[in-house]
């Protein structure tokens, strides 16, 4: 997707990894806060092509495979 929205941004609905599993390929972009909640937890974001909704929460493993957004200074 590009990024012709109000925000400018564009994100990529890649899903997310759990395991040996990936889930929600095409459906949600999953990304990574750089805030951390514990040493195991940290918080995300995520964005819904489906439903157009954009949520989140501090309750997901930092092993677990979600996008990252690099920003340059």
């Not at 990936?22 to 999953?30: E, P, T, V």
């Not at 514990?38 to 909704?53: F, H, K, P």
Request: hydrophobic share 30%; aromatic share 18%.
């Amino acid at each position: 997707p590009s990024a012709n929205n109000a925000t400018n941004f564009g994100a990529v609905p890649a899903g997310c990894y759990y395991g040996r599993d990936s889930h929600q390929f095409g459906i949600l972009a999953y990304l990574w806060s750089a805030t951390e909640d514990s040493g195991t937890d940290a918080y995300y974001r995520y964005l819904s092509y489906a439903t157009a909704v954009a949520g989140g929460s501090n309750n997901n493993k930092k092993y677990y495979g979600f996008s990252v957004r690099c920003l340059r200074d």
